[in-house]
């Protein structure tokens, strides 16, 4: 009892410095929204007035440079057919976790903690949705001061509206930012939730909230923002201006790391604070004494299908247009993946004498993490290398390198998804090569495929693989050490008998 | 009266209904149960974690029934659930003090 009210008094506490400092940025972006409109004041009343010379027009025009531009504004042109399949991925994203990782995870718990192993990626999804229009879109996707993370300034989606632009890999092509913003908060969500695999079983409900809000916050915005983050392609006009572009985009970006759909964004940076969580929060009571067996490899089965399906959201929606590219990550997706569901349970067909469902299953998952980051630049050859490897790879991570190390992660994140995101990020370092079928990187400043240096494409890749495993993994660290020793991790050890679905949750996933 | 409980492999549940129905049981009562005897257990296996199942899933069968036809009831179950191979199973007989139709309150051979 005084446990309980301990922890409540703790987030009490924390709700309401996140509310302070809600209220604190609010007021800011206000003020700072209160001193832009004299700027385009001024900019009317040159306008109003063409009699005044010319240089004053164009001071007043560098002046307001935020007269910003919307769809369908010459240059900004928006396109049916992409909003329509940007829309449509985005709730495709939304389906993988809820509930698509959710019943895949769920299934591979016991029956007491089935329900709460659902309802931890279900709310991870919610609290990380609002979290992600309040500050995280903007701390993700604006120029920053440093290359690590971007500003406040769309703070609550300030200056956005229905027709505000986000761009896309194509000049002059734009998507509405509210698209925009929704299919990468999909992106966010999903990441946090995977988390939920490593610490599996045992992390209370309250501990497991407060550390995804504070990774989502210091570890996930920052990596996005280093990854993904840059101007746009037309700000990639001539040598200087790219000059001046790249050092306003992300950290890795600028360092010519790609990642096509969040290899290194989701996966590594998730499956290595999921290897952390496994190892600070301890095993599971009971740990190779008790039948962790899973209560119901269907859901899992069901969970992976839905998972599978969601990602050609996932990944051919982060082509951000209804294009051919899109149509590779598409081919990319179901192709790659059916060869690493056939490597993992083949591989375990000849090593174990008998290929399983949840070695399939696992296999499409292990699949489709290492195309992520490959999907919209590698051939068929990089796809069927990359899977195949992936395959075998993350088999042999999940069983043998889990067992000789002895750490509990409980459903396999870090072997499937860091292991899988670390092959993937590689692979596509190589596989982009055109030289090896696939499409290069493109130049937007000469407006077509550059030279490939493969030497350099790897070098990039390994910082980025490199960087969020550290970052990661530091964040991961720092926020369980310090729940650790405030409100601590686990339940009790009665609660973790009887099941986190009743102590956490007071419901039962069956009541049959 | 005896008190027969058949221990069998679930999926000749069926086949022992019938056959003691024929014999003119009036009811059996039915329990899923698990348990070992010489039948080994088998091994899961769970992308690598092993788990040894010792005991595996049986069918409990009891049945109260007027000595006069014990023996034949005990045959006929014998002969129904056998497969031959380990794991059939066991049956127990023993003998029966008293027992009671709740609704009636009749006793004895008249409330099996």
Redesign the interface.
């Known amino acids: 009892m005084k446990r309980s009210l301990s922890t409540s008094r703790v987030l009490i506490c924390l709700w309401s410095v996140v509310l302070l400092a809600l209220t604190f940025l609010g007021s800011e972006m206000t003020l700072a929204q209160e001193t832009t409109p004299p700027a385009e004041a001024t900019a009317t009343e040159a306008a109003a007035a063409p009699a005044e010379a010319a240089p004053a027009e164009a001071a007043a025009a560098e002046a307001a440079p935020a007269a910003a531009p919307v769809c369908g504004d010459k240059g900004f042109e928006c396109n049916k057919g992409d909003i329509a399949w940007m829309m449509t991925s985005t709730a495709f994203v939304l389906f993988m976790t809820v509930p698509g990782l959710a019943l895949f995870y769920s299934g591979m718990v016991r029956t007491k903690n089935a329900l709460s192993t659902v309802m931890q990626s279900f709310t991870i999804f919610c609290v990380v949705a609002v979290l992600w229009v309040i500050y995280g879109y903007s701390a993700a996707f604006t120029a920053g001061d440093t290359p690590f993370i971007g500003s406040l300034s769309k703070f609550f989606m300030a200056g956005s509206g229905p027709g505000a632009v986000a761009a896309t890999f194509s000049k002059g092509i734009y998507l509405p930012d509210y698209v925009y913003c929704m299919f990468q908060l999909t992106f966010a969500a999903i990441t946090v939730a995977l988390i939920c695999g490593g610490y599996a079983e045992r992390l209370k409900f309250s501990a497991m909230l407060i550390f995804s809000v504070l990774w989502f916050t210091f570890s996930y915005l920052p990596i996005a923002h280093m990854v993904w983050y840059w101007d746009g392609p037309d700000a990639y006009t001539t040598a200087e201006a790219a000059a001046t572009a790249n050092s306003h985009a992300g950290f890795l970006f600028a360092k010519g790391a790609i990642d096509f759909a969040g290899g290194t964004v989701v996966h590594i940076n998730a499956g290595i604070a999921a290897l952390v969580g496994a190892l600070v929060c301890g095993k599971r009571n009971g740990y190779g004494r008790v039948s962790f067996a899973p209560h119901s490899l269907m859901l899992s089965a069901i969970g992976t299908g839905m998972l599978w399906m969601g990602w050609f959201g996932f990944n051919a929606g982060s082509a951000l247009e209804a294009t051919g590219g899109a149509g590779l990550a598409f081919f990319n997706t179901l192709f790659g993946t059916a060869v690493a569901g056939v490597a993992w349970a083949g591989t375990e067909w000849l090593i174990k004498g008998k290929p399983s469902l949840l070695g399939i299953c696992s296999g499409i998952v292990a699949g489709l993490v290492a195309i992520t980051p490959a999907a919209g630049f590698v051939g068929p050859m990089g796809a069927l290398i990359i899977c195949a490897v992936a395959g075998v790879v993350c088999l042999f991570a999940a069983t043998k390198l889990k067992a000789v190390l002895g750490y509990d992660d409980a459903l396999d994140a870090f072997g499937v998804h860091c292991v899988g995101g670390i092959i993937g990020a590689i692979g596509t370092g190589i596989f982009v090569n055109p030289a090896l079928g696939g499409t290069g990187v493109y130049d937007y400043v000469a407006n077509a495929v550059g030279a490939f240096d493969a030497a350099a494409q790897l070098k990039a890749q390994l910082w980025a693989v490199g960087t969020s495993l550290v970052w990661s993994g530091f964040v991961a660290f720092v926020v369980l050490m310090l729940l650790k020793v405030t409100i601590g991790l686990r339940p009790s050890d009665e609660a973790q008998e009887e099941g986190l679905d009743l102590s956490d949750h007071g419901e039962r996933a069956y009541n049959l | 009266m005896k008190l027969i409980t058949a221990i069998i492999k679930p999926f000749k549940l069926d086949d022992v209904r019938q056959a003691v129905a024929d014999i003119g049981v009036q009811g059996i009562t039915v329990t899923e149960v698990q348990g070992f005897g010489r039948q080994r257990g088998h091994t899961?296996?769970?992308?690598?974690?092993e788990?040894r199942v010792d005991f595996l899933p049986k069918t409990k069968i009891e049945l109260a029934v007027d000595d006069s036809i014990a023996e034949q009831v005990v045959e006929a179950i014998t002969n129904v659930a056998r497969t031959g191979k380990i794991g059939d199973g066991k049956i127990f007989v023993i003998n029966l003090e008293q027992a009671v139709r709740i609704r009636t309150g009749e006793t004895g051979v008249e409330a099996v």
């Open positions: 899961e296996l769970y992308r690598g974690a788990y």
